[in-house]
C-alpha cells in the first residue's frame, strides 16, 4: 500500500503562548518542535508539507511546503486537513496523515498504526486516541489519516460552518486507533510554557 502524504497543522494562533509559531519553540540541545515533528514524521510518509497563515516566507528555511488555509476566519485543524488534501490530490496522492506541530513525541509507528487499521475499510478514515498516565481515554483529533476522495464531502461542511473535526468524523464511520501511554502521553502537547519546560524535561531524559 502506498504511504500517505504528511501534514504538520501549525496553522493555530497560539494565543496561550504569546502568539508567534509554537513550532519555533526551543526543546533544548538545539532542537525546536518543528525539528521533532519533522523528523518524527518525515521518516513514516512519502513527502511532507505544512499547513500555516500568513507569511509563507518565514518557514523557508524547512525546505517544505506551505499550504494555507482556503476557509477565512481560522476555522481549526479541518481547515488545515482540507488544505493538505487538496495539496495531495495535485500530487496525486490517495492520502494524509495529519499532526500537530506542537506534539513532538507522537509515536514513531504512527502512520503504519492507522494503514493498519483502514485497511479494509473505505473510506479509509482513522483518527488517534490514547489513554493518558491515569488510564483515561483521549481523542486526539490532530492526529488522522484522511483520504482525499473526502476532500469536497469537508469542504461543503466547513463551508457550512462545522468546524468540530469528531463531528464529521463520526459522519465518515472513522476509525479509532489507540495508542497506550508509556511513561507519558505520547500526545501531550506544548500549550503553555509550563508545558514547554515540561516537554524539554522530556527531551532532555530522551537525549
Do not use: C, Y
Amino acid at each position: 500500500m502506498t504511504r500517505p502524504l504528511g501534514v504538520i497543522l501549525a496553522g493555530g494562533q497560539a494565543t496561550r503562548m504569546g502568539g508567534g509559531d509554537k513550532g519555533r519553540l526551543g526543546l533544548g540541545n538545539g532542537h525546536t518542535l518543528f525539528d521533532e515533528v519533522i523528523q518524527r514524521l518525515g521518516t513514516q510518509v512519502d513527502a511532507m508539507a505544512i499547513n500555516a497563515n500568513g507569511d509563507a516566507s518565514r518557514f523557508a528555511d524547512l525546505g517544505l511546503p506551505v499550504l494555507q488555509d482556503s476557509i477565512s476566519e481560522f476555522p481549526g485543524p479541518l481547515a488545515g486537513v482540507l488544505a493538505g488534501l487538496d495539496w495531495a490530490a495535485e500530487q496525486g496522492a490517495n492520502s494524509i496523515v495529519s499532526v500537530a506541530a506542537d506534539t513532538p513525541f507522537f509515536p514513531r509507528d504512527l502512520v503504519q498504526r492507522f494503514m493498519e487499521a483502514s485497511e479494509d475499510r473505505e473510506p479509509q478514515l482513522s483518527l488517534a486516541s490514547s489513554f493518558d498516565v491515569h488510564g483515561k481515554l483521549w481523542r486526539q483529533p490532530t492526529f488522522g489519516l484522511w483520504p482525499v476522495a473526502l476532500r469536497d464531502d469537508l469542504r461543503a461542511s466547513l463551508k457550512n460552518g462545522l468546524r468540530k473535526v469528531v463531528v464529521w468524523t463520526d459522519q465518515h464511520n472513522a476509525r479509532e486507533v489507540v495508542f497506550k501511554s508509556q511513561l507519558f502521553d505520547p500526545f501531550f502537547n506544548v500549550n503553555t510554557p509550563e508545558g514547554l519546560r515540561k516537554a524539554q524535561d522530556l527531551m532532555r531524559d530522551a537525549l
